[in-house]
């Protein structure tokens, strides 16, 4: 080989090399663009995402919204949004409140162990009933069992105060009352489920109608506010008064939850 060709040998090589080089920049910068292309995008979009998930969060939640809506009141109410629901005969002359909040497992252990009773004095004309509904346990675990019951027990107290009075017993039943965590109220299919045993609700149309378009949804909410404002000092359910007094049997403020601590305390209320 001439020393000529050998020159123009490494000359050409040198050239190859050279424009490979010029390829392999393009190449990279070409990449580096769909990186920063990519990465402005996917800024954009977290952006975008958050951006949409504050307006989303800024809306008014369903119970939320309620707050402020109309109140259509269940039969069978007085008092400001109907929110005084007294059921018993005129002849009592004593009536015995009793807070509940429908997610509240004591309040299910009380009504098995006490409601039947409460029931039969209430039948008897012994004393009056008013019920005054919670809904604080869907704020503390989350959900909206509570309210969503509460105004389902609003469309069956527009059937009836007995109606109203045997579905609250069916809630609160051990077959039917979910753990306190459980948010299986807020299922409408349920509630409906748990309303047919209540003879007057089985197949009533009207009542299913306003557990499935929330009719009293509105109602329930400024029960629930009504509960909040309370002035007999209630901060938890289940909760018994008469006569503006707490009915409790020991010093720690704990509600009679046996037929035999509950009628001593009512009967010495009633005396009282």
Same mark, same amino acid.
């Given at each position: 080989?001439?020393?000529?060709?050998?020159?123009?040998?490494? #000359?050409?090589?040198?050239?190859?090399?050279?424009?490979?080089?010029?390829?392999?920049?393009?190449?990279?910068?070409?990449?580096?663009?769909?990186?920063?292309? @990519?990465?402005?995008?996917?800024?954009?979009?977290?952006?975008?995402?958050?951006?949409?998930?504050?307006?989303?969060?800024?809306?008014?939640?369903?119970?939320?919204?309620l707050k402020d809506a109309r109140v259509t009141a269940p039969a069978h109410t007085t008092g400001k949004d109907g929110t005084?629901?007294?059921?018993?005969?005129?002849?009592?002359?004593?009536?015995?409140?009793?807070?509940?909040?429908?997610? *509240?497992?004591? *309040?299910?252990?009380?009504?098995?162990? %006490?409601?039947?009773t409460v029931k039969k004095d209430v039948d008897d004309g012994k004393f009056k009933i008013q019920f005054v509904g919670a809904?604080?346990?869907?704020?503390?675990?989350? @959900?909206?069992? =509570?309210?969503?019951?509460? @105004?389902?027990?609003?469309?069956?107290?527009?059937? =009836?105060?007995?109606?109203?009075?045997?579905?609250?017993s069916a809630l609160y039943a051990a077959k039917w009352h979910p753990e306190e965590l459980d948010d299986k109220l807020s299922?409408?299919?349920?509630?409906?489920?748990?309303?047919? #045993?209540?003879?007057?609700?089985?197949?009533?149309?009207?009542?299913?109608?306003?557990?499935?378009?929330? #009719?009293?949804?509105?109602?329930? %909410?400024?029960?629930?506010?009504?509960?909040?404002?309370?002035?007999?000092?209630?901060?938890? #359910?289940?909760?018994?008064?008469?006569?503006?007094?707490?009915?409790? %049997?020991?010093?720690? @403020?704990?509600?009679?939850?046996?037929?035999?601590?509950?009628?001593?305390? %009512?009967?010495?209320?009633?005396?009282?």
């Amino acid at each position: 080989m001439s020393k000529r060709n050998s020159q123009a040998a490494k #000359t050409a090589a040198r050239e190859r090399l050279r424009q490979e080089r010029e390829r392999q920049a393009k190449r990279d910068k070409a990449r580096r663009q769909v990186i920063v292309a @990519g990465s402005v995008v996917a800024v954009l979009a977290a952006a975008g995402g958050i951006g949409y998930a504050v307006v989303q969060g800024n809306k008014p939640a369903y119970w939320e919204g309620l707050k402020d809506a109309r109140v259509t009141a269940p039969a069978h109410t007085t008092g400001k949004d109907g929110t005084t629901v007294v059921i018993g005969k005129d002849t009592a002359k004593k009536t015995l409140k009793v807070y509940e909040d429908p997610r *509240c497992p004591v *309040c299910a252990q009380f009504e098995q162990a %006490v409601g039947p009773t409460v029931k039969k004095d209430v039948d008897d004309g012994k004393f009056k009933i008013q019920f005054v509904g919670a809904t604080f346990l869907d704020d503390k675990f989350g @959900g909206e069992g =509570s309210k969503n019951a509460l @105004g389902a027990l609003g469309a069956a107290l527009d059937v =009836s105060p007995e109606a109203f009075l045997e579905y609250k017993s069916a809630l609160y039943a051990a077959k039917w009352h979910p753990e306190e965590l459980d948010d299986k109220l807020s299922n409408d299919g349920y509630l409906l489920e748990i309303a047919a #045993t209540v003879p007057a609700l089985k197949s009533n149309a009207g009542f299913q109608e306003a557990v499935k378009k929330g #009719t009293y949804d509105a109602w329930a %909410v400024a029960m629930s506010k009504a509960f909040d404002e309370n002035k007999d000092g209630v901060q938890g #359910t289940p909760s018994l008064v008469m006569d503006g007094k707490k009915l409790v %049997v020991d010093a720690k @403020g704990n509600p009679p939850m046996s037929v035999a601590d509950f009628n001593r305390t %009512v009967d010495a209320a009633l005396k009282g």
